[in-house]
């Protein structure tokens, strides 16, 4: 534990690298997932075929794969990620963030489509009928009636999945990301002795980062809830 | 067909035979051309005290030692090999034939792969007996396991594309350069100056200096200088050493014993000039002189 109160800016720094990959992936993910949930449960037959292919060809592919397939696979086929260069105080956006923002978020939307087609089907069939004999067409139909509803039923199902991208993020460790894992190991290389210690520390910043997101969870579920 | 040809105008079955057996041969040292083929040695009673970890070594025949895996020239195993190759190899060789364990038999000693992370808890724990993995010498990890030597003194340098005009970590400054998550090399990088950026292992780091993505990789020279001879024609090491790592050999903290008889075993190795050949024959290929051989530390008494 000392090693970490000793260098607790490098501590923070790590966990800092946790959560802009964890905003950055997390907002990616809900707008793709969004598209893809769209697909899947639209009249035209070309999307769904693409939507769910796509959903069951990630969903089913480990995510170090994904990683390592933009790491390595994808700048032999002119997929780079060399123009992102930002600089923000001591943290560094670079290919390496890119890379692992852009595995992330197209691993994670797998999931974000699923629970949100489970909120969609938990919308009453008569809703969308309702809709569509209102005169609504089907972008409508989804943009008023149903998919406000599906947000809002699918409020558990898809914090777990942004609590699940959270600890996804330690996979960056071994891509070229200096966020909280790799630090860990860090220390653990430096600080052979204090194993434990360190292990809590970081066990315990993963548990703070959860928790904020799952309180907010829950508040969101209480506020928004479809009354029934 | 050549062989049949042979035969047949030979006329002589014996001489077929003894072609054979020469064709055997040769083969079989065509195949071996990285790894020394070192003997068991014969264990007199009473060479190692009763109750040390030695002589219940030798006495089960087996022993388990940690090595890396993926470091050419030091400790490397591609898919294929039955046995690791390298420097480190070649020292955990010496030490095995000591206790009478043929080193070459993989039923009998096990080279489990050891990375940088894991390398004191299988010392901890007893999943290795020792470890030779390019393993540094500090006085943090000497608090948890036992460490002497050092079998060899190295230090880190850059390696870069063969195009680079990269000449030392100055040139870096505020630039990234990989290495391997979790390593003392990635603080030493950061501490430069510039961004230590982590991969799995040195292989995935080299492709990422391949494909251009980091300027430059750096780790203990003589890692990069096989790296820089597997990649010839597109990698070169470039750079003095700014830092030193004293590489030796792991024990557990709870066998204290181990030291003198590791330190012993070295110390024969460099009298006998077999030290000298396993560097020859490992580190020599990728251009690193034979050096002198280091200075062992005491033992703590």
């Known amino acids: 534990m000392r090693a970490v109160l000793d260098n607790f800016d490098a501590y923070l720094q790590a966990f800092g690298y946790t959560l802009f990959l964890f905003l950055v992936a997390g907002v990616l993910s809900m707008l793709l997932g969004t598209v893809l949930a769209a697909m899947r449960v639209g009249p035209v037959a070309v999307l769904r075929v693409v939507g769910t292919t796509y959903v069951t060809l990630v969903r089913n592919t480990p995510l170090v794969i994904v990683f390592a397939f933009f790491s390595f696979a994808a700048p032999d086929l002119g997929i780079r990620f060399g123009w992102l260069d930002v600089h923000i105080g001591p943290f560094d956006f670079t290919t390496f963030f890119g890379a692992a923002v852009v595995s992330l978020s197209l691993y994670t939307s797998a999931f974000v489509c699923e629970a949100l087609r489970a909120g969609v089907n938990a919308v009453s069939l008569g809703q969308a009928e309702a809709a569509r004999a209102l005169g609504l067409p089907f972008a409508g139909v989804m943009r008023e009636v149903v998919l406000p509803q599906a947000f809002r039923a699918s409020i558990p199902p898809m914090a777990s999945v942004q609590i699940a991208l959270i600890k996804n993020t330690s996979v960056a460790a071994v891509f070229g990301v200096a966020e909280a894992v790799s630090q860990m190991r860090s220390f653990n290389n430096e600080f052979g002795t204090q194993r434990y210690g360190i292990a809590l520390a970081f066990a315990i910043g993963y548990v703070l980062v959860v928790e904020v997101v799952s309180y907010f969870a829950n508040r969101a579920e209480r506020r928004y809830r479809v009354a029934t | ?301």
């Open chain 2, 1 to 301: 067909m050549r062989l049949t040809q042979t035969m047949r105008k030979a006329g002589v079955v014996a001489s077929g035979f003894a072609l054979a057996i020469g064709l055997a041969a040769c083969g079989d040292a065509g195949s071996d051309d990285e790894g020394k083929n070192v003997d068991a040695e014969e264990v007199e009673e009473g060479k190692f005290e009763a109750g040390t970890r030695m002589a219940e070594l030798a006495e089960a025949g087996t022993i388990n030692v940690g090595v890396k895996y993926d470091q050419p020239g030091l400790g490397f195993k591609g898919a294929a090999d039955d046995l690791p190759s390298g420097f480190d190899i070649e020292i955990a060789k010496l030490l095995v034939a000591d206790l009478g364990i043929d080193p070459q038999d993989t039923s009998k000693v096990k080279y489990v792969e050891t990375i940088s992370d894991n390398r004191e808890p299988f010392l901890q724990e007893g999943t290795v007996d020792l470890v030779l993995a390019s393993y540094s010498i500090t006085d943090e990890r000497r608090q948890s396991v036992g460490q002497t030597g050092p079998y060899f003194v190295t230090g880190q340098q850059l390696l870069v594309p063969e195009d680079s005009d990269v000449e030392s970590i100055e040139d870096l400054k505020g630039k990234e350069i990989c290495s391997v998550t979790g390593s003392t090399s990635i603080d030493r990088i950061n501490e430069n100056g510039a961004k230590g950026v982590g991969f799995d292992s040195y292989s995935e780091c080299v492709q990422k200096v391949l494909d251009g993505s980091v300027s430059a990789m750096s780790t203990d020279g003589t890692i990069l200088a096989g790296y820089a001879a597997q990649n010839e024609g597109q990698l070169k090491v470039v750079g003095e050493e700014f830092s030193e790592e004293n590489i030796g050999v792991g024990y557990s903290i709870d066998r204290p014993e181990m030291c003198e008889w590791i330190n012993g075993v070295l110390e024969e190795s460099f009298d006998n000039g077999s030290w000298a050949e396993a560097f020859e024959r490992t580190l020599g290929p990728s251009g690193v002189e034979v050096p002198d051989p280091p200075t062992l530390d005491a033992c703590p008494a």
